[in-house]
């Protein structure tokens, strides 16, 4: 046996799964798809084939030629879900496997009518990263086990199909009242980027390469937010090469969408919480594009060696932003990532090996050990490497790096293999090994600064000896300085204080939900109560984990609220997304 990914149960030399063909119909009453996913091997194969699954009801299982599988559902691990052990007849090249899906199916969340938009048509969306895939569709649940697929879905009438895929014929389905969409993805993907959603979903037009898909309520301003994507994916195509996706679509999902973004390749899933109003939180849009190249082309092989694909993806972001708003703009936003990730750290503890680039999440799951250090720990880490070998270098390797491993799924060890061989000595030069394998942030990180950022800095930290920004120059503040400036404020203030905030800023009815969420967490945190209304009312309205977990923390930390904490939770909890409900409950059960 040789299980190369903690976190799946597929042993790639029992055989490989090297595309997939889906015919799944699905059922909003019943909450469940069902159908039939016919896995093709690579080469034929005999004896044990596992798979993974999570909460499937598989029925049946046949060969290429209809001969019977016979199989056999293992008991659930609540990490890794059920291992599916196929024992193949001589000679598979095929496997047909009939199965439905639970209505608990974590990668999928059905929403009501009311949970949408237009609220006249349910909504399913799925999210498959980390390993969610496998309450979907039996599968190889492993980044590294790549796959191809062509997939059929049947929907009611009234509603759209769309899939991280490129979309072929639809046309009415077997069933009266329903309607058949087929797509195909020639490029293989890892199974956490199988991607779809079903609703009343709506496109338009950007540029040659890019559509923005959302429900009809919400087209004009999603539209009109990433107007700049075009300019972005000519950026990112300079930074990487070539855009080997053909397509760059993107949905903006219902608020119940529990991340930011999440990089399905051709159709980026985007929380609607980034439509500010004025373009401000359009990097996000720029990290799940630069997944493009550094993470759907060059994918981590497990969790493990996650911080490669989201170390490198913020690296990727912070270059396009610079590219397009500049040098200042990108050293406030290192800035913000920075106070995210001392925030990390002090919450996991000095030491923790949860602090590490490279992690152990063996019998772990990977919802619960998601933090922001493989993102900024990451960053910083790549930044150095730029900064000792110089950019104009480090364009040239990132461009290799890319073209080396495309559609490949790396270890942290291939990737310090290849640097060693294109950039020799630089990994010693910078103390890789601590970086790579050690707790914290060694001291030789990069840092970022501009004049404004110490400007806003030293006005945050003279807050509690009085100092206070200029009204009239405060109001003319970028979000990104308003998120600066609220992050170095202390954490408690006065309830003066916070009426002095709000009151001449507005912070409680911002549009920009960093900044939202930035300042309710300080009010909570300072037992502010005129703030507590629309704090609850937030929390009713986005599902973003991003934006509910510091929230409940802070409501939850204080006696005074934590019963508000609760309330809130038992009103709203029902409408947020399963991995989004299980964060929350484990901070309430704290
Ligand atoms: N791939 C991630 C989202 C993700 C990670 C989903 C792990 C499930 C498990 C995506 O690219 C991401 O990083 N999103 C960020 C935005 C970003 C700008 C840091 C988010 O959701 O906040
Ligand atoms: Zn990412």
């Given at each position: 046996m040789s299980r190369r990914d903690p976190h799946s149960y597929a042993d790639l030399e029992q055989g490989r799964v090297t595309h997939v063909d889906l015919d799944l119909d699905v059922d909003f009453a019943t909450r469940r798809l069902t159908g039939t996913a016919r896995l093709n091997l690579a080469a034929p194969a005999a004896g044990p084939l596992d798979l993974d699954t999570r909460t499937l009801t598989i029925t049946g299982a046949v060969t290429q030629d209809g001969a019977a599988v016979p199989f056999e559902l293992a008991d659930t691990d609540p990490v890794m879900g059920a291992r599916l052990r196929l024992n193949l007849p001589a000679g598979t090249t095929a496997i047909a496997i009939t199965y439905a899906t639970s209505p608990e199916a974590s990668a999928l969340q059905w929403l009501e009518p009311a949970q949408t938009d237009g609220g006249r048509h349910p909504y399913l969306f799925s999210q498959c990263q980390a390993i969610h895939a496998r309450s979907v569709l039996p599968c190889q649940d492993s980044p590294l086990a790549r796959f191809t697929f062509k997939a059929q879905m049947t929907v009611p009438e009234a509603l759209t199909v769309v899939m991280a895929a490129a979309p072929g014929e639809k046309g009415p389905g077997a069933r009266a009242g329903t309607r058949a969409f087929t797509f195909e993805m020639p490029q293989s993907i890892p199974p956490y980027l199988f991607a779809f959603a079903v609703g009343d979903i709506v496109s338009r037009d950007l540029g040659p390469r890019s559509r923005v898909y959302t429900e009809p309520k919400t087209l004009d301003r999603a539209a009109w937010e990433f107007a700049d994507v075009d300019s972005m994916l000519l950026a990112a195509e300079d930074v990487f090469g070539p855009y080997l996706w053909d397509r760059f679509d993107f949905l903006v999902m219902p608020s119940s969408f529990p991340y930011g973004?999440?990089?399905?390749?051709?159709?980026?899933?985007?929380?609607?919480?980034?439509?500010?109003?004025?373009?401000?939180?359009?990097?996000?849009?720029?990290?799940?594009?630069?997944?493009?190249?550094?993470?759907?082309?060059?994918?981590?092989?497990?969790?493990?060696?996650?911080?490669?694909?989201?170390?490198?993806?913020?690296?990727?972001?912070?270059?396009?932003?610079?590219?397009?708003?500049?040098?200042?703009?990108?050293?406030?936003?290192?800035?913000?990532?920075?106070?995210?990730?001392?925030?990390?750290?002090?919450?996991?503890?000095?030491?923790?090996?949860?602090?590490?680039?490279?992690?152990?999440?063996?019998?772990?799951?990977?919802?619960?050990?998601?933090?922001?250090?493989?993102?900024?720990?990451?960053?910083?880490?790549?930044?150095?490497?730029?900064?000792?070998?110089?950019?104009?270098?480090?364009?040239?390797?990132?461009?290799?790096?890319?073209?080396?491993?495309?559609?490949?799924?790396?270890?942290?060890?291939?990737?310090?293999?290849?640097?060693?061989?294109?950039?020799?000595?630089?990994?010693?030069?910078?103390?890789?090994?601590?970086?790579?394998?050690?707790?914290?942030?060694?001291?030789?990180?990069?840092?970022?600064?501009?004049?404004q950022l110490t400007s806003l800095k030293a006005l945050a930290a003279g807050w509690s000896g009085g100092k206070r920004p200029d009204i009239a120059t405060a109001k003319k503040w970028t979000p990104e300085d308003w998120q600066i400036f609220l992050q170095a404020l202390p954490r408690q203030l006065s309830a003066d204080d916070c009426k002095w905030l709000d009151d001449n800023f507005q912070l409680s009815a911002h549009g920009n939900c960093e900044i939202l969420c930035n300042w309710l967490v300080i009010a909570a945190n300072s037992g502010y109560a005129p703030t507590l209304p629309r704090t609850r009312k937030f929390l009713g309205e986005v599902g973003r984990m991003k934006y509910l977990k510091p929230l409940y923390t802070a409501l939850h930390k204080s006696e005074a609220t934590r019963a508000l904490a609760k309330e809130t939770f038992a009103e709203h909890g029902g409408g947020y997304h399963p991995i989004a409900r299980g964060g929350i409950e484990r901070i309430l059960a704290g």
């Open positions: 973004g999440m990089e399905n390749p051709r159709l980026t899933f985007l929380t609607p919480t980034l439509l500010a109003g004025d373009r401000s939180l359009v990097n996000v849009l720029a990290h799940e594009l630069a997944h493009s190249w550094t993470g759907n082309l060059v994918t981590n092989a497990t969790i493990d060696d996650f911080w490669l694909n989201e170390g490198f993806t913020v690296w990727a972001e912070r270059r396009i932003h610079e590219k397009l708003y500049g040098v200042e703009a990108q050293a406030l936003s290192a800035a913000i990532g920075r106070n995210g990730l001392d925030d990390a750290l002090a919450s996991f503890g000095p030491n923790s090996p949860f602090t590490c680039l490279k992690t152990s999440g063996e019998g772990k799951d990977p919802d619960e050990f998601y933090s922001l250090v493989p993102y900024e720990k990451g960053f910083l880490f790549v930044s150095l490497l730029e900064q000792t070998v110089g950019r104009e270098a480090f364009d040239v390797f990132i461009k290799k790096y890319i073209k080396h491993f495309s559609f490949t799924s790396i270890t942290t060890e291939q990737f310090e293999e290849f640097m060693e061989k294109e950039l020799p000595g630089v990994a010693a030069k910078v103390g890789a090994q601590d970086w790579i394998r050690k707790p914290d942030v060694p001291a030789n990180a990069p840092s970022f600064t501009s004049a």
